[in-house]
């Protein structure tokens, strides 16, 4: 791996897709990619994520203030973990809003039109004229 | 209609929803039956919902018949300040309670202490993250799993089904009530704020903590294991 390919890769150092033992080994002989190596970790430790997973239902509601919302941005592209949090949250909350699906009582919708006729005939019968 | 002070291209959805209420009303008070079968069809599903998250099943039933026969006689007095939506369910919420606390299944609407001020529930066990002193201190021991790569059966099968219903149930009262408006109806944050009467703040804690468990009944459901060897990025770091 060469300083190129090591600077594309870097973000997803972290990543199962990663090729990190080769990573690892060009960092071994570059000075300059270990330095950015130590870089994107310090980056990474701005933000544990067992603080990220407290922020994330501020983050799906779009309020968390611009600093932090970048801190987050930036750990999701630096941490998978995290990345897939984030898309289990997705998922739970669609799986709740499934649960709204429309339950059809034709029973209860014929007693319920007979409710309205009798409140209508009342409300006739009560007008002026 | 055309609302010359707030006209929708530039107040939005909401003033469209609002004006097609408002005409929905005038319907319903001239007495048209159409009108009343698309409130139903809109409404009777998540009123029976929400009542069901105060009372048992067959008291839910008939707190909402009643909440019907309240609506039509109510119609008249409403203004259109609240959401239709937001009126009936108070108008449900005012005859659940007179139906007594017997039935509540635990504290009703939203007698709220302050939630911030609870014990801390972490989102997720502290178990799965580093403990302090480890150079990955926070961070993950090992990578939650991707669900994208579970058949998608596992989230739609009526035994997930049931399992995200009985994570709900189990919440505490005041989670329950947020995450069911939320999260299974699709209320706005500002509905639920309004008609619990609790702040952004508090809404957002409570939604936070009752989503999260929800998310660990699925991840027990989708049979997640916490250490996950080949994930176990605690080593990689």
């Known amino acids: ?129 | 209609m055309i609302d010359p002070v707030h006209p929708a291209s530039t107040t939005g959805d909401h003033a469209v929803a609002a004006t097609a209420e408002a005409a929905l009303v005038e319907r319903l008070r001239a007495g048209d039956d159409d009108a009343f079968t698309a409130l139903v069809d809109r409404h009777a599903g998540p009123l029976l919902r929400v009542a069901r998250m105060y009372c048992t099943d067959s008291v839910a039933e008939e707190v909402v018949q009643e909440t019907w026969i309240g609506v039509l006689q109510g119609l008249d007095r409403f203004e259109g300040r609240s959401s239709l939506r937001t009126w009936m369910f108070r108008i449900l919420a005012n005859i659940a309670r007179t139906k007594g606390a017997r039935e509540y299944r635990q504290v009703p609407f939203s007698a709220f202490a302050d939630p911030v001020a609870e014990t801390s529930e972490p989102a997720v066990g502290p178990e799965r993250f580093a403990p302090g002193g480890d150079a990955w201190a926070g961070h993950w021991v090992s990578y939650p799993r991707r669900w994208d790569e579970l058949p998608e059966e596992r989230f739609l099968s009526s035994e997930a089904t049931a399992a995200i219903r009985a994570a709900i149930e189990v919440l505490p009262p005041n989670q329950r009530e947020v995450v069911t408006l939320r999260d299974v109806e699709g209320w706005s944050s500002e509905e639920v704020c309004d008609v619990l009467a609790i702040s952004a703040a508090n809404q957002r804690v409570l939604l936070h903590r009752g989503r999260s468990k929800v998310r660990q009944a699925i991840e027990r459901l989708a049979g997640d294991r916490p250490a996950a060897e080949a994930h176990d990025v605690g080593v990689a770091r």
Not at chain 1, 30 to 40: G, I, K, S, V, Y
């Open chain 1, 1 to 129: 791996m060469d300083c190129t390919r090591f600077v594309t890769v870097l973000d997803g150092y972290f990543d199962d897709a990663t090729d990190r033992a080769a990573a690892d080994a060009h960092v071994a002989e570059c000075a300059e990619c270990r330095d950015r190596l130590a870089e994107m970790q310090a980056r990474l430790r701005d933000l544990p994520c067992n603080e990220f997973v407290e922020l994330v239902t501020g983050y799906l509601e779009d309020v968390v203030d611009a600093p932090d919302r970048d801190r987050m941005d930036q750990h999701l592209r630096l941490c998978e973990g995290c990345r897939t949090y984030l898309d289990q949250m997705r998922v739970t909350i669609a799986s709740m809003r499934r649960l709204a699906d429309p339950t059809d009582d034709p029973a209860a919708r014929v007693a319920l039109q007979a409710v309205f006729r009798a409140w209508r005939q009342d409300r006739e019968g009560r007008a002026p004229r």
